[in-house]
């Protein structure tokens, strides 16, 4: 079992709509977490971090967290054409355990 | 954006030659990570440095070798380019490790590298 799995898609959507993208992961020692998006032949961007159970709104943008079921997610409200890419879920530890570890990501278009 | 420059961009080289890839950060953070991206896998981690001439493996990490002998400059090296080789690589930093503000990792734009 990998410890971050990621449905890669892609997934297509029209413009306007709720996107819900997700991850799960198998180790229980993972304490941080975050989405980068990720254009077409450029670098990852850090989208949103968080650290804790519960929800982190930014924008169009809400990190959700549920540690007891070890699932993550980024929700996109009122998507935009601009918002396609690729989407990775990143996620990292406590203890000697502080290297990142990703998801292969979901490649996401908003049709206008 | 992050000060981060990758260089080069893109590379063709024969199986069997030398290449180095060179990140350069303008920011004075302290952690540099060299990852590299294939279909499937995702991102996997090759080398990381912690300091000037602090340097560790990744999960990824036979057939490179990486040096650091400034702050801001973190070198990557395919002793022997092979084929499976063949992806695009990714440099990170990062202010700090563990989990926490300044904690999170930031890209540079790639070097997609061809060994034909």
């Known amino acids: 079992q990998k410890e971050v799995e990621q449905d890669p898609g892609p997934l297509s959507v029209p413009e306007g709509a709720i996107v819900s993208l997700n991850c799960t992961y198998s180790n229980s020692a993972f304490q941080y977490f975050m989405w980068y998006r990720q254009y077409s032949r450029k670098g990852p961007e850090l989208l949103m971090y968080t650290y804790s159970s519960g929800n982190k709104e930014d924008g169009r943008f809400t990190a959700q967290v549920d540690k007891s079921s070890k699932y993550i997610s980024l929700f996109i409200r009122d998507s935009q054409p601009s918002d396609s890419a690729t989407y990775l879920c990143?996620?990292?530890?406590?203890?000697?355990?502080?290297?990142?570890?990703f998801g292969k990501g979901t490649l996401l278009t908003v049709n206008p | 954006d992050a000060g981060i420059t990758q260089s080069p961009r893109h590379k063709v080289t024969e199986t069997g030659t030398p290449v180095t890839l060179r990140c350069h950060q303008t920011e004075n953070h302290r952690y540099m990570y060299w990852y590299r991206q294939d279909p499937g896998h995702g991102l996997r981690l090759i080398h990381y440095s912690y300091g000037v001439k602090d340097t560790d493996k990744g999960e990824v990490s036979d057939g490179y070798s990486v040096s650091r002998s400034k702050t801001e400059d973190f070198l990557l090296t395919l002793e022997s380019a092979t084929s499976s080789q063949t992806s695009v690589y990714f440099c990170?930093?990062?202010?700090?490790?563990?989990?926490?503000?300044?904690?999170?990792?930031?890209f540079g734009q790639g070097t997609r590298l061809t060994v034909v």
């Open positions: 990170a930093i990062s202010e700090s490790e563990g989990v926490g503000p300044n904690t999170e990792a930031f």
């Open positions: 990143a996620m990292k530890g406590g203890g000697s355990n502080y290297k990142l570890t």
